[in-house]
């Protein structure tokens, strides 16, 4: 049936009586001449036949009904488009459409292609519209690289939307703008940080990461130290739970070791005196090894890979 729409009007598929169904398609497409496969055994009565095609019928009837309703929907979109911008950007971003921008499509689609009025939900007029957005998202694919990529293949639509990406420049404001819009607290008030102070304080939140992590760590290897004592003056230590533990500590271990590769301790005061000048040596080489960075330039690499994604 569905191949037959292929050739023939959408009218055969009109009527929603048996009757009419077995002259329009079931006797037009011989259907009487037609074997299950599932039932090779059985010979079915003709009657049982007209009956199993007709529900067959009935779902190929509201598959046309819904995509000429689509049909109906992709002029109304574009329409829709030219008049408003925040249409096409709801559109574009997936967004559903508020009962009042939906009005011009209930509108179109109060008639259904065979003329049998039809009133559609809201829910159901967005379900369409993000089909539309689905099939037209397959033949334009937007991202950077598929652009970038198929060179002068690309669609009209796509290669203008590459030029309006390339056009867009951060320029010295912006960058400005960028660079003094990072904050520290400060007596419980967010203060700005000068752009001559921004390595040093990104790095600064770098090292107490670091310290949050390890300090975390330590406690855990502790706790496992102490539990492996205990298991082991047992009169009989499962040796299972010996293994376990002392795996896990030795896991616990080797995130502090990654950053602090010869460093001991019993106690958790004990770790932060050994850690506390390790700490100061590697803010300082890393400050030192950073200190050749051009912001600026990563600000606008960040920008521009910003807008790729975009």
Known sequence: MVSDLSTAPIEFYSSTSMSRFRQAVYDRLNFSKAVSPQFRAFELKERAKQCAF????????????????????IPTLSEGFTASESLFASFLGGKRLSASQLRTFRTATALDCFGERQKLSNVFLNTFIFQVRNVFLA???????????????????????????????????????VLGGFTRTK?????????????????????????????????????????????????????????????????????????FEEITFKSLNEFKRERKPLLILFKASLL???????????????????????
Do not use: C
């Not at 046309?64 to 309703?69: A, D, G, L, N, P």
């Not at 796509?158 to 703008?177: N, P, T, Y």
């Open 139 to 177: 033949e334009n694919d937007f991202t950077w690289s598929a652009m970038i990529s198929n060179g002068d293949s690309i669609s009209p639509l796509q290669h203008h939307v590459e030029q309006k990406i390339r056009s867009l420049e951060a320029d010295d404001a912006f960058i400005e703008q």
């Open 187 to 259: 007596k419980k008030k967010n203060v700005p940080v000068l752009p001559e102070h921004l390595l040093e304080h990104v790095i600064e939140g770098y090292v107490r990461k670091i310290q949050w992590i390890t300090t975390k760590q330590a406690g855990h290897v502790l706790s496992l130290r102490k539990q492996y004592e205990k298991e082991n003056r047992r009169k009989r230590p499962r040796k299972s739970k010996l293994e376990t533990l002392e795996r896990d500590s030795e896991r616990a271990m080797d995130v502090i070791t990654s950053f």
């Open 288 to 310: 030192a090894d950073l200190r050749h960075v051009d912001l600026n330039r990563m600000m606008l690499d960040a920008f521009h890979a910003e807008l790729s994604e975009f």
């Open 54 to 73: 007709y529900d067959a019928y009935i779902s190929v009837r509201e598959w046309i009904k819904r995509v000429e309703t689509l049909k109906e929907i």
